[in-house]
């Protein structure tokens, strides 16, 4: 069955920054959303419009059934795990996500309410599913554990690809507070690619916690700060020193700050050198819960496949302890990306812990294609019927055949299609289908498709 999450055909424009006004239509409570972009250009608009369209992407049927094949796989993972599959709201208060996303804010796509509200479609799902279950759940000291696959409007680049939105696995666990949630966590992010026969992964682990420890011992202005995760997260090591250098802070916080980008490794020697780094009780308390979660990774059977990386931030502003990326082998990109948010949820009056993921499935599927993991492109249809005369006891025939469950195509010798999208074509005409130069009853036809 073709995944109806992904049935949607969402006209994106790749590429460019063009600004655009959106209307939306429901016809189900997921996916069947559809976007009017009405674009605004200027008098050479017939020039500029022939451009656009060429930026237009279509979702073949091809794909879909490949998108479908990889959420039952991942959403087969959610329920291992105990997940409710849930669907979080399409359209967010713009405020919201300002707060928590300001480097967003220009790609972020924006519409207007019916009462005159600033709306964005989500740029994320953690901060919406936070929020709704805040109001839904409001037992702080209930366990929530919800899996989801759903479209996120933000941009992405990969290898080969590059769009503006883009569906999104993940799982959110709500109340625990453990280091066995995190790393039940992390291994449902590892099975999630096991699922679709990615075996080869790398998890990179940082801690916030550590990096947020170090943060209060220097005492930088809220624009230092700021600059100091800018460059820490876009890895721009020398610009990072330079702002170092500038910084009023004593030798042995520079010394420690300059160490940060370039703690990344080996558990074990790595781990060590971050102990010789710790400047307060805090730092060293976060390797502590670091290191429970990497036993409970090394039971999981998962501890050869981790990296140490103390320098990696996250342009999503609310993680507080524990991050991770995971790899595929051979990829440039990371494909799954989470931590530790405990602080998100007392924003919406509900104060509880929380750890999740988000895997973003169209990177995945381009790393799958590379890697001849996707299935291979068949005849989508059973028949073809090609016909100069569409007589009574055709069109009953098709509506026969239609009926028992085969896919059908009657078309007229005045048309023409793709031939390789159909298992068998045949020519009708005076009762009888012809095909390999062989006619055949409407009895045997229907044994050939049978035997499909």
Known sequence: MICHRFTVFILSLHHRKIPVFIEKNFSTPLLSLFIVIKYSYDKDKEDLMAKQLDDLKMVHEEEMKNFDRIESAVVSVMRNHGCKIIQTPTFED?????????????????????????????????VPLVKTASREYPD???????????????????????????????????????????????????????????RDMRIDLGSVAY???????????????????????????????????????????????????????????????????????????????????????????????????????????????LVFKIYAQGALYSL????????????????????????????????MAESDLLEEIVPSCDLAVVYD??????????????????????????????PGDYKIVASYSDGLFKTDEKGFTKEEMEAKLGGL
């Open 94 to 126: 713009y405020d919201t996500y300002g707060k928590y996303f300001p480097q967003l804010q220009r790609e972020m796509i924006k519409t207007i309410g019916p009462d005159g509200e600033v709306l964005v479609m989500r740029p994320d799902v953690t």
């Open 140 to 198: 702080p000291a209930q366990l929530l554990k919800f899996g989801y696959v759903s479209v996120v409007f933000r941009e992405y680049y990969g290898k080969s690809t590059h769009g503006k939105y883009f569906l999104q696995s993940g799982v959110e666990v709500l109340g625990d507070e453990t280091p066995e949630c995190d790393g039940e966590v992390m291994v449902m992010a590892a099975e999630f690619l096991e699922s679709v026969g990615i």
């Open 211 to 321: 990096m947020d420890a170090l943060f209060e011992e220097l005492h930088l202005s809220d624009e230092e700060l700021a600059k100091v995760r800018e460059y820490l997260e876009k890895r721009n090591l020398v610009a990072f020193d330079a702002l170092v250098d500038g910084l009023s802070i004593t030798t042995i916080q520079r010394k420690v700050l300059l160490e940060l980008p370039k703690l990344f490794g080996p558990y074990e020697s790595t781990l060590k050198m971050a102990e010789d780094l710790c400047l307060n009780h805090k730092m060293l308390e976060s390797l502590k819960r670091l290191r429970k979660v990497y036993e409970y990774l090394d039971v999981a059977g998962y501890s050869d496949r981790v990296k140490l990386d103390f320098g990696f931030t996250s342009h999503m502003g609310y993680y507080t302890d």
């Open 336 to 367: 799954i990306s989470g931590g530790r948010y405990d602080s998100l949820a007392a924003q919406f009056q509900v104060p509880r812990p929380a750890c999740g993921f988000g895997m973003n499935m169209n990177l995945l599927y381009e790393v």
């Open 389 to 418: 005369n569409a007589d009574r006891n055709l069109i009953l025939t098709l509506m026969d055949w239609r009926r028992k469950g085969h896919s059908v195509l009657g078309v007229s010798t005045k048309n023409r299609f793709n």
